[in-house]
């Protein structure tokens, strides 16, 4: 019963996270536009294999900075950086970059080691599931152990694929309707990062 209770609350709580417009179910897009939703899987892997391990450090975490909170700002700090960064590299491309999209096969293993890289950038990641998880700690809804913190990443892992396998094969399918996004992708990426980051700089001062 725990392991399904744990599994559950896992898949249901990455799967709500996942859907919110990021950088990277953005990227997820972006990459079944450019190179097939083939490429896009392999991406999504990329992220899911990273995704599993945060997990499980936002739920060790919530057993451990509860008491610490000068820590969960720290992270905020270097967060907020690097989304500030990501916001310049986005734009950077945007106006870089020829506004015509072709499609472009890109090599499995790069594709998923792109993922694992993109992920690794999402410092949202490990906050989000150290919040949730102290949330159904507060609630009694969940026992921190190496177990439980196992199921619940296998849990989270599942719903975050599930969640990013959409986007890639809804785009894919509706690629003409989506042209006019498709060619401004990385000036919406900029965007969404830049007011994320600007607003964690403000929240910070």
């Given at each position: ?47 899911a294999t990273v995704l599993f391990f945060q997990a499980n450090i936002g ?36 106006f870089t970059s020829k506004k015509q999209i072709k499609k472009q096969e ?83 990426l900029g965007c969404l990062t830049g007011v994320v980051g600007v607003g ?6």
């Amino acid at each position: 019963m725990t392991f399904l209770t744990c599994l559950l609350f896992g898949f249901l709580i990455a799967a709500s996270g996942s859907i919110v417009p990021s950088f990277l179910n953005l990227t997820v897009v972006k990459f079944s536009l450019k190179s097939g939703w083939k490429s896009a899987f392999y991406l999504i892997g990329g992220f899911a294999t990273v995704l599993f391990f945060q997990a499980n450090i936002g739920a060790y975490l919530s057993s451990v900075l509860m008491e610490n909170s000068e820590y969960i700002t720290l992270i905020q700090k270097v967060g907020t950086g690097i989304l500030l960064l990501l916001s310049a590299n986005f734009f950077r491309l945007y106006f870089t970059s020829k506004k015509q999209i072709k499609k472009q096969e890109i090599d499995k293993s790069k594709a998923y080691l792109h993922g694992i890289g993109m992920s690794l950038l999402n410092t949202f990641a490990i906050p989000f599931y150290f919040t949730s998880i102290s949330l159904l700690i507060g609630l009694e809804y969940f026992e921190y152990s190496l177990l439980n913190s196992l199921y619940f990443s296998i849990g989270s892992t599942a719903g975050s694929f599930t969640l990013y396998a959409v986007y890639a094969t809804v785009a894919s399918r509706i690629e003409h309707k989506l042209t006019f996004i498709a060619t401004r992708m990385d000036f919406i990426l900029g965007c969404l990062t830049g007011v994320v980051g600007v607003g964690n700089l403000i929240y910070l001062l």
